[in-house]
């Protein structure tokens, strides 16, 4: 299975919603019913188990399907802005961005970074200064672990990306000459 967001914010949106893609039947029979409100498949109103109501509107997908037929220029922008990142910011000290496995394609849907350790100046006064220069970031997401509801274990890695990780601007809309990296990035 994998599971897809059409979020807002997000590489290709519908407003809300998402995809589940399976290619076991069982599974997606399961998830179908389950995203129908649990409704009998003939019987009209009969609920046969407590469900949720996961339908995305024909406006919706018809959002969704016009940017899938452009999703090649979406990504290849996307892999674009994070080459300009990486032409500048590879090698500098401190800053380790996030990377392609050799298994996978990465669509950068946002190009991250670390701000590693080794630069000892918290996270909120490194982007304050970035935001200074104009330059919007976000902090990385804190893992879901974090979390009361979802404690099970430590995660040292996760905690550590979700304190120092960055967000760096990677609209679809960045040009070159707007990113700035050239003049900031020396510590
Ligand atoms: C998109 C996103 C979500 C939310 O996805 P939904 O489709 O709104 O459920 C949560 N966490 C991260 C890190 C995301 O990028």
Redesign the pocket.
């Given at each position: 299975m994998a599971a897809f967001?059409?979020?807002g914010?997000?590489l290709m949106v519908t407003g809300?919603?998402?995809m589940l893609v399976t290619d076991n039947d069982k599974i997606y029979e399961r998830a179908a019913f389950l995203g129908n409100q649990g409704r009998h498949e003939t019987i009209p109103f009969k609920i046969l188990e407590l469900g949720y109501k996961y339908k995305m509107s024909n406006i919706q997908a018809a959002l969704g399907l016009a940017q899938l037929e452009r999703i090649d220029e979406l990504v290849s922008k996307k892999r674009d802005i994070y080459s300009w990142y990486k032409k500048h910011l590879d090698g500098v000290k401190g800053v380790t961005l996030s990377a392609e496995m050799p298994w996978a394609k990465s669509i950068h849907?946002m190009t991250s970074m670390i701000l590693e350790d080794s630069v000892k100046i918290e996270r909120s006064e490194f982007t304050a200064k970035l935001k200074e220069k104009d330059i919007d970031t976000r902090p990385l997401?804190p893992p879901i672990s974090s979390f009361d509801m979802f404690k099970k274990a430590d995660n040292p890695n996760a905690d550590f990306i979700g304190k120092r990780g960055i967000n760096l601007p990677s609209a679809l809309n960045l040009t070159k000459d707007n990113m700035f990296v050239k003049t900031f990035w020396q510590f």
């Amino acid at each position: 299975m994998a599971a897809f967001s059409f979020q807002g914010a997000k590489l290709m949106v519908t407003g809300e919603g998402g995809m589940l893609v399976t290619d076991n039947d069982k599974i997606y029979e399961r998830a179908a019913f389950l995203g129908n409100q649990g409704r009998h498949e003939t019987i009209p109103f009969k609920i046969l188990e407590l469900g949720y109501k996961y339908k995305m509107s024909n406006i919706q997908a018809a959002l969704g399907l016009a940017q899938l037929e452009r999703i090649d220029e979406l990504v290849s922008k996307k892999r674009d802005i994070y080459s300009w990142y990486k032409k500048h910011l590879d090698g500098v000290k401190g800053v380790t961005l996030s990377a392609e496995m050799p298994w996978a394609k990465s669509i950068h849907w946002m190009t991250s970074m670390i701000l590693e350790d080794s630069v000892k100046i918290e996270r909120s006064e490194f982007t304050a200064k970035l935001k200074e220069k104009d330059i919007d970031t976000r902090p990385l997401f804190p893992p879901i672990s974090s979390f009361d509801m979802f404690k099970k274990a430590d995660n040292p890695n996760a905690d550590f990306i979700g304190k120092r990780g960055i967000n760096l601007p990677s609209a679809l809309n960045l040009t070159k000459d707007n990113m700035f990296v050239k003049t900031f990035w020396q510590f």
